[in-house]
Nanobody, 127 residues
Framework: QVQLVESGGGLVQAGDSLRLSCAFS????????MGWYRQAPGKEREFVAAISWSGEAMHSADSVKGRFTISRDNAENTLYLQMNSLKPEDTAVYYC????????????????????WGQGTQVTVSS
């Protein structure tokens, strides 16, 4: 069974940076496409960014393009989300997700295609 544990969230000011981590265990990390989602109070869980299992293909939401960068270290079984120039509207619980990759460059953006989810980490950005 895959386990995902997020860390790195916190309370920051607008314009600051944070790096989220997601530790993967239980299966072979390099076989899984990974993604980050977030959910603000009263809102649906929304896509943030995704990366293929090879790490060569990535996709991010328009709202975070140019500010957030997804990456992975297959040797360390860890997924990252580097968040720069944070805004108050980035405040949410951030979740990592894993989906079995069908091919090396597959990027999963459909929430329903992810098989496993972490418990989330809170990010709060004050103005």
């Amino acid at each position: 069974q895959v386990q995902l544990v997020e860390s790195g969230g916190g309370l920051v000011q607008a314009g600051d940076s944070l790096r989220l981590s997601c530790a993967f265990s239980g299966r072979t990390f390099a076989n899984y496409a990974m993604g980050w989602y977030r959910q603000a109070p009263g809102k649906e869980r929304e896509f943030v960014a995704a990366i293929s299992w090879s790490g060569e293909a990535m996709h991010s939401a328009d709202s975070v393009k140019g500010r957030f960068t997804i990456s992975r270290d297959n040797a360390e079984n860890t997924l990252y989300l580097q968040m720069n120039s944070l805004k108050p509207e980035d405040t949410a619980v951030y979740y990592c997700a894993a989906g079995f990759g069908k091919w090396a460059e597959e990027v999963i953006t459909d929430r329903d295609e992810y098989d496993y989810w972490g418990q989330g980490t809170q990010v709060t950005v004050s103005s």
